[in-house]
């Protein structure tokens, strides 16, 4: 597609239940990269694919949170057991090469755990 | 871990106004990114200037990285500037490819 797009746009989730949200990036981008940003503040990293392989997954800020991309273009990022810290908007990018110039973001998907 | 402050956190600017946005990093780099941060949300890249300076109509960029820092120009503001601007910088010897992002800067451009 034109661009990096991602669903749902909005999602409220109650309390222990779990969440997958859905990354699709621009076509034959090799890099793909998951960010969370909280309200007022700057976007976090939580993990990076290259291709199918997944890097870098330092700032998975848990063990609930899992993140595939199991044939190296469709993402999902999954949360299990949802608390209310998690509520943020979580922020996909893709990139053409294995170089983190010229991200293309999504819209991001906003999650409010209730 | 590398620490990137900017400033102003807020900017208020009548249109037609310059401004300049400053970043301020911890520690050597090899990577640094301007973005704009829409109201809708919306992360745009703006430059990629790890050093030197580079233009794009308005918007300029120049990045000191032996002294730590880089600066935004935005001349002739308009209202659809506004919105957050935020510098991210990976440091250099990093493995892979994760931006470390500033708090940014909220810019509200008025006509």
């Known amino acids: 597609g034109a661009g990096v797009s991602q669903s749902p746009r909005y999602k409220v989730a109650k309390r222990g239940q779990d969440v997958a949200l859905r990354c699709d990036p621009i076509?034959?981008?090799?890099?793909l990269f998951w960010y969370q940003q909280a309200l007022g503040q700057g976007p976090e990293f939580l993990t990076y694919?290259?291709?199918?392989?997944?890097?870098?997954k330092s700032g998975l800020p848990s063990d609930r949170f899992f993140a595939e991309r199991p044939e190296g273009s469709v993402s999902t990022l999954k949360i299990q057991r949802t608390q209310q810290e998690d509520s943020a908007v979580y922020l996909c990018?893709?990139?053409?090469?294995?170089?983190?110039?010229?991200?293309?973001f999504g819209s991001g998907t906003r999650l409010t755990v209730v | 871990g590398i620490q990137v402050e900017q400033s102003p956190p807020d900017l208020i600017l009548q249109e037609g106004a310059n401004s300049t946005l400053r970043c301020n990093f911890s520690?050597?780099?090899?990577?640094l990114q301007w973005f704009h941060q829409n109201p809708w949300g919306q992360l745009i890249n703006l430059f990629y200037?790890?050093?030197g300076t580079k233009q794009n109509g308005r918007l300029s960029a120049t990045t000191v990285a032996t002294e730590r820092y880089s600066l935004l120009y935005i001349s002739s503001s308009q209202t659809t500037d506004s919105g957050v601007y935020f510098c991210?910088?990976?440091?250099?010897?990093?493995?892979?490819?994760?931006?470390?992002f500033g708090e940014g800067t909220q810019l509200t451009v008025n006509p």
């Open positions: 990018a893709s990139s053409l090469v294995d170089r983190n110039y010229g991200y293309t």
């Open positions: 076509s034959g981008h090799v890099s």
């Open positions: 694919f290259q291709n199918e392989a997944q890097l870098d």
């Open positions: 520690d050597s780099v090899n990577n």
């Open positions: 200037i790890p050093s």
């Open positions: 991210a910088v990976t440091p250099r010897g990093t493995s892979g490819s994760r931006l470390t």
